[in-house]
Nanobody, 114 residues
Framework: VQLQASGGGLVQPGGSLRLSCAISGSTNGIRARRWYRQAPGKEREWVAS???????NYADSVKGRFTISRDIAKKMVYLQMNSLEPEDTAVYYCNINTVWKDYWGQGTQVTVSS
């Protein structure tokens, strides 16, 4: 299983971006699809999860601004990010949790700056 994240870039405060994560390989046994981020000098932190068929959870810092979704047929996971703030600047990583192990993508840089 491999994950390929894309969609990052430079955006002004208040702007939007949509991150995508393409899953290659078997999707059997997936329990959760997640996004994490790591800002410079900080530890990686959890951002959002999609669990089961429709349960979503968000870190308090992004609640109401970010939306995680999935497309099973396309084997994609998305993170719609609205009302972006400079504090959202980080490398964003997609993650899938399966019954056997976790898989990580390579990360995509999001920079929020005027």
């Amino acid at each position: 299983v491999q994950l390929q994240a894309s969609g990052g870039g430079l955006v002004q405060p208040g702007g939007s971006l949509r991150l995508s994560c393409a899953i290659s390989g078997s999707t059997n046994g997936i329990r959760a699809r997640r996004w994490y981020r790591q800002a410079p000098g900080k530890e990686r932190e959890w951002v959002a999860s999609h669990v089961g068929s429709s349960t979503t959870n968000y870190a308090d810092s992004v609640k109401g601004r970010f939306t995680i979704s999935r497309d099973i047929a396309k084997k994609m996971v998305y993170l719609q990010m609205n009302s972006l703030e400079p504090e959202d600047t980080a490398v964003y990583y997609c993650n899938i949790n399966t019954v056997w192990k976790d898989y990580w993508g390579q990360g995509t840089q999001v920079t929020v700056s005027s």
